[in-house]
């Protein structure tokens, strides 16, 4: 959206004080992103400036947003593409303009352009998903999967060349789906070859896969490529089968790890990230300590951990036996635990070695940038330059990843 205001003239504004268009871009995955959602409106909303909040909070509780003062313009998931003409409609007519349709009927994917980073570009493909696990209101905000054309990606690709980027980071909803909306028998595995021979990027990174989609053909170039990262990040969820049925998810733990040894066995230093919901509706103490074992025996290098969080609409806000705070509280920080002496334990196996990193920050004397696989290095250098490709050898832990010395 904002290369679209760019495009249109706009120049990004440092302060809010100083804009004279604020976009809100929410999100509503949990009742914090809500929450966090609210809290930008409101910082937004006193300024004197055309306030839009667009996204997927914006399209799950249009009517909350248009209570709170100073919200001109409304826009759910879709229509995005139309931001500048509604802003622009809103100044001239000094009306509230509400744009929020049904996201069940969209099935074509929204081109908007790439999103802009020093370093890394992120490439969107897909959009939406059919699953509707229990507990996940995405595919009620953003509605089906629709991908991004082969055709179009390609475009895209040469115009990131051109822009130098080294890294290209293909995100979506649910990009283990990419293709099943398009004819022909069009799979990720497609899209992420177009990339390659298009933009032939120094390193290509999947977004988050569901395990049940990686399949021997992707796992085959995960392999084979390497331009594509090490790294993949596989939602587990839950390690209790239990509660992975009434979740809805669907694979069991044991194809859940067979994946993953499978991972380790083929793929040099992979490092595999997950998601893990704690406290969802039902889940036992001894659901619970299944999951603990579990993600304790899984060769995982980080574990973002969620207490589980109620969303309106959704299978899982209905069913009985909601687990208290307290509980969930307890149970996060359990798996949290487990997340940091697994990714303390992946970092330490880099210490005496030599890596790649493009450097992508500079703060304070520090240079850093990621690993392909997905390790945060730091480098006290102030003479690397952003984008760099730069050899490090590691000496030790340090903040959230490693610390060395260019080699
Ligand atoms: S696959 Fe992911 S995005 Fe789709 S419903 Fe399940 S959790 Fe939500």
Redesign the pocket.
């Known amino acids: 959206m904002q290369k679209l205001f760019e495009a249109a003239g706009y120049e990004v504004a440092e302060k809010i004080s100083e804009a004279d268009v604020v976009v809100v871009n929410t999100c509503t995955v949990t009742a914090v992103s809500s929450q966090k959602s609210r809290q930008m409106i409101r910082r937004a909303a006193g300024k004197n400036c055309v306030l839009a909040v667009v996204g997927c909070y914006a399209q799950s509780e249009p009517d909350e947003i248009s209570k709170i003062d100073g919200v001109d313009v409304i826009i759910g998931t879709k229509d995005r593409l139309r931001i500048v003409e509604l802003v622009e409609a809103a100044i001239k007519s000094r009306e509230k303009i509400f744009q929020v349709g049904s996201v069940d009927d969209i099935r074509e994917f929204e081109e908007l352009p790439h999103s802009p980073h020093r370093t890394r570009a992120f490439l969107k493909i897909e959009d939406g998903?059919n699953?509707?696990?229990a507990y996940?209101i995405?595919?009620y905000v953003r509605g089906r999967v629709r991908s991004r054309s082969l055709e179009s990606i390609r475009a895209e690709c040469l115009t990131l060349k051109a822009a130098g980027y080294k890294e290209i980071v293909l995100t979506g909803?649910?990009i283990g789906a990419y293709g099943r909306d398009l004819s022909g028998k069009i799979s990720l595995v497609d899209a992420i070859k177009t990339v390659l021979d298009a933009a032939n990027p120094l390193r290509l990174r999947l977004g988050s896969i569901?395990s049940a989609e990686m399949t021997d053909e992707l796992i085959d170039l995960l392999k084979n490529d390497g331009r594509i990262c090490n790294h993949v990040h596989l939602?587990l969820q839950s390690g209790s089968d239990e509660i992975l049925r009434a979740m809805r998810r669907p694979y069991t733990t044991e194809k859940f790890s067979e994946l993953t040894a499978r991972l380790i066995r083929e793929v040099p230093e992979i490092s595999i990230g997950t998601d893990l919901i704690v406290g969802f509706p039902g889940e036992t103490e001894e659901n619970f300590s299944e999951t603990l074992k579990f993600i304790e025996e899984q060769p995982f290098s980080k574990i973002h951990v969620f207490p589980y969080s109620a969303r309106a609409g959704t299978l899982a806000a209905t069913l009985p036996n909601q687990i208290p705070p307290q509980i969930k509280k307890s149970r996060a920080s359990q798996a949290l635990e487990i997340s940091r002496a697994k990714a303390e334990s992946f970092s330490k196996r880099l210490i005496g070695k030599t890596v790649e990193i493009i450097a992508e920050t500079s703060v304070g004397g520090f240079v850093d940038g990621l690993t392909k696989n997905y390790v945060r290095v730091y480098v006290p250098d102030e003479n690397i330059q952003l984008g760099e490709v730069v050899k490090v050898k590691i000496e030790r832990l340090h903040k959230d990843g490693v610390l060395g010395v260019r080699s």
Do not use: K, R
Request: net charge negative.
């Open positions: 998903c699953n509707f696990c996940c995405i595919p909803i649910h569901e939602p």
